[in-house]
């Protein structure tokens, strides 16, 4: 799944998280969108879109307190600075304490992140605008903290240490290095090392738009840079085992053109693309204990891309309407790696020195869309579509030691989509009910494994089968109910495991999932109340493509509550929330490390209330 922000694709998804704030709307598109969004799109993509300047002036601010000592502020100034320019300031900050508990340090999971996006609309005509956008962000906190699990493989499947079993002949429920976890509290560790996790990120874009009679040309121009630093606790426990270190620092530069026209039954778009994408890391591993001071890796990635894509809709009668597009993409990515090991010095060599194909990657591939939409009425709209995506290959960097040459670069993934699918509003507004039968065809699907204390990408095959139904209804005037569900056959093809070789379920990819969300609103003096109330279930699914025992999930049902009361002018808002109702206890994630007996579990929060005060100026 791709993601954008204002139109902008996300090479680097680490400073993105915290510019999700002061947003117009969320746009979310399922299945391959190639054509028009193009890169890494194969499983859609999701679409943040920032509150723009806009004319007259108007304000709000936002101050909110939860459990942990959290607090979070976010607001926005909107004002005219001449007839012709309007400036729009936002600002966000969150803080809170660290929700998982260390007996030993600093506890993890704690927040501490600003950011700022400054944003200048200039119109010196109706027919020709320039938005500029500057964007910064910084977060320092002490980073994520796993939870510790003895493990071993039984030699079919990894499985966890009960209690009462000694399996490594050091202590009952403990892994081979003699450490359990003492309390059974998954949300409290015991952990050595200090960790870290500090994300900067800052960049400028800009968006020019000239409307003619004939069409409309825009232009979005992008550049940013970030940088990562994360020191993790690997083996999740109190002995000074295995700890790492992690740097990323890289840049972004990009530029789109774009002519978009409409003209009577015709709707067209065609444009150009460029993407220059630098990365370099480093990563540094203390393995004292056993006997490796340290194990080194550094590599750089540079990424160049360029394609040119176009798409038409034409309506030929009042309810057929047919869609096509295209997109050819260029690709060349040049990678240098050094890897040391201090028990093997004769390999500290370039590993993509003197390797053909490993130092440079030269691709050229082509997706595309073809939908056919019918709508007999203004009620009822039946399509049907045909989508080709595609995401580029790649170089597997970092701790990846015993890795095949050969397996170092990966080869990009294909994917052919076929969806059939409706969508029904009633006439008076009051019932909605979309539904959609899809089937995905994976060709080279790029799987993640993790190898020792690093994650490489492998190429197989893979078919995805799922059906996907929402209904909303506004009963009365005060009361909506929103359902979803979601019915998914997601299977990976010939995965090896050991000496066996079988199709195995994709991550995070449970048979059944859903949702559901009552709002009632009230009149009460002086505003109107709102209760919401929503659920989601999420069946059983697994972390890795392996279908390890340690990596399943079980199925989950999570509830989160809020009650808001909005004054009658619209002047400001309070709410009361709460989250996780029934404090379930979960994993968000996990890393299997059986091959060091251990498997370390991201939790996922415990259940936490909260309050919210907004004030508006307009």
């Known amino acids: 799944?791709?993601?954008?922000?204002?139109?902008?694709?996300?090479?680097?998804?680490?400073?993105?998280?915290?510019?999700?704030?002061?947003?117009?709307?969320?746009?979310?598109?399922?299945?391959?969108q190639g054509t028009l969004f193009g890169r890494n799109a194969t499983g859609g993509l999701i679409h943040y879109i920032s509150k723009h300047p806009t004319e007259g002036f108007n304000a709000y601010l936002e101050a909110g307190a939860s459990e942990h000592q959290g607090l979070k502020f976010e607001g926005a100034i909107n004002s005219p600075l001449t007839d012709s320019?309007?400036?729009?300031?936002?600002?966000?900050?969150?803080?809170?304490?660290?929700?998982?508990?260390?007996?030993?340090?600093?506890?993890?999971?704690?927040?501490?992140?600003?950011?700022?996006?400054?944003?200048?609309?200039?119109?010196?005509v109706d027919e020709l605008s320039l938005?500029?956008?500057?964007?910064?962000?910084?977060?320092?906190?002490?980073?994520?903290?796993?939870?510790?699990?003895?493990?071993?493989?039984?030699?079919?499947?990894?499985?966890?240490?009960?209690?009462?079993?000694?399996?490594?002949?050091?202590?009952?429920?403990?892994?081979?290095?003699?450490?359990?976890?003492?309390?059974?509290?998954?949300?409290t560790v015991e952990h050595n090392t200090p960790t870290l996790l500090r994300i900067e990120n800052y960049g400028v874009s800009s968006t020019l738009t000239w409307n003619s009679d004939l069409f409309t040309l825009t232009s979005v121009s992008h550049y940013s840079e970030i940088?990562?630093?994360?020191?993790?606790?690997?083996?999740?426990?109190?002995?000074?085992?295995?700890?790492?270190?992690?740097?990323?620092?890289?840049?972004?530069?990009?530029?789109?053109?774009?002519?978009?026209?409409?003209?009577?039954?015709?709707?067209?778009?065609?444009?150009?693309?460029?993407?220059?994408?630098?990365?370099?890391g480093a990563q540094r591993a203390d393995a004292s204990a056993f006997g490796i001071l340290d194990m080194n890796a550094w590599w750089d990635q540079h990424t160049e891309s360029a394609a040119v894509f176009g798409q038409i809709e034409y309506a030929f009668s009042d309810t057929w309407r047919v869609i096509a597009g295209v997109r050819n993409t260029w690709e060349r990515k040049a990678f240098e790696q050094l890897l040391i090991d201090p028990l093997a010095p004769v390999f500290n060599v370039n590993f993509t020195q003197g390797q053909p194909g490993f130092e440079e990657l030269d691709d050229?591939?082509?997706?595309?869309?073809?939908?056919?939409?019918?709508q007999p009425s203004?009620?009822?709209?039946?399509?049907?579509?045909?989508?080709?995506?595609?995401?580029g290959g790649g170089f597997n960097a970092g701790f990846l030691f015993g890795l095949p040459n050969d397996r170092i670069p990966f080869e990009r993934e294909s994917l052919t989509s076929y969806e059939v699918g409706f969508k029904y509003e009633s006439g008076d507004r009051k019932y909605r009910f979309n539904g959609a039968l899809y089937y995905y065809d994976y060709q080279d699907f790029q799987a993640f494994q993790l190898l020792g204390i690093g994650q490489s990408v492998f190429n197989t095959d893979a078919v995805n089968r799922g059906l996907d139904l929402e209904f909303s209804t506004r009963l009365t005037e005060q009361l909506q109910i929103d359902f979803g569900t979601s019915?998914?056959?997601?299977?990976?093809?010939?995965?090896?495991?050991?000496?066996?070789?079988?199709?195995?379920?994709?991550?995070?990819?449970?048979?059944?999932?859903?949702?559901?969300?009552?709002?009632?609103?009230?009149?009460v003096i002086g505003g109107e109340m709102t209760l919401i109330v929503s659920l989601r279930y999420v069946g059983d699914h697994y972390f890795d493509i392996?279908?390890?025992?340690?990596?399943?999930?079980?199925?989950?049902?999570?509830?989160?509550?809020?009650?808001?009361?909005?004054?009658?002018?619209?002047?400001?808002?309070?709410?009361?929330?709460?989250?996780?109702?029934?404090?379930?206890?979960?994993?968000?994630?996990?890393?299997?490390f059986t091959d060091l007996s251990f498997v370390a579990d991201m939790m996922a929060p415990a259940r936490t209330v909260g309050i919210s005060l907004k004030y508006l100026w307009r």
């Open 1 to 32: 799944i791709a993601d954008y922000m204002d139109d902008v694709y996300s090479a680097s998804l680490v400073g993105l998280t915290f510019q999700l704030f002061d947003l117009e709307r969320v746009e979310v598109l399922r299945g391959p």
């Open 85 to 124: 320019l309007v400036g729009r300031i936002a600002y966000a900050s969150a803080r809170r304490d660290g929700i998982i508990e260390n007996s030993l340090g600093r506890d993890g999971n704690d927040i501490d992140s600003q950011a700022l996006r400054v944003q200048l609309l200039f119109t010196p």
């Open 131 to 187: 938005l500029a956008k500057l964007f910064t962000s910084d977060a320092d906190s002490s980073g994520p903290r796993y939870s510790h699990r003895a493990s071993w493989f039984d030699g079919a499947t990894n499985r966890f240490v009960a209690p009462t079993q000694d399996f490594y002949g050091s202590c009952s429920g403990c892994d081979a290095f003699g450490y359990r976890d003492r309390d059974g509290d998954p949300r």
């Open 227 to 280: 940088n990562k630093r994360y020191r993790e606790e690997v083996d999740a426990g109190p002995l000074p085992l295995l700890s790492a270190d992690y740097h990323l620092d890289g840049y972004q530069l990009s530029q789109e053109l774009r002519l978009e026209g409409d003209r009577d039954a015709i709707r067209w778009t065609a444009g150009l693309f460029y993407l220059q994408h630098d990365l370099t």
């Open 364 to 374: 050229a591939y082509m997706s595309g869309h073809l939908a056919l939409n019918w």
């Open 378 to 391: 203004e009620y009822w709209l039946y399509y049907a579509s045909l989508s080709r995506g595609v995401k």
């Open 487 to 523: 019915l998914l056959d997601a299977e990976a093809k010939d995965i090896h495991r050991g000496n066996s070789i079988s199709d195995r379920e994709m991550v995070f990819a449970p048979t059944l999932s859903g949702n559901a969300t009552v709002r009632y609103r009230r009149p």
């Open 546 to 592: 392996f279908n390890n025992g340690t990596m399943k999930e079980a199925a989950r049902t999570i509830g989160d509550t809020r009650l808001a009361f909005d004054a009658a002018d619209g002047s400001w808002q309070a709410a009361v929330w709460l989250k996780n109702i029934t404090d379930k206890e979960y994993r968000n994630y996990s890393l299997d």
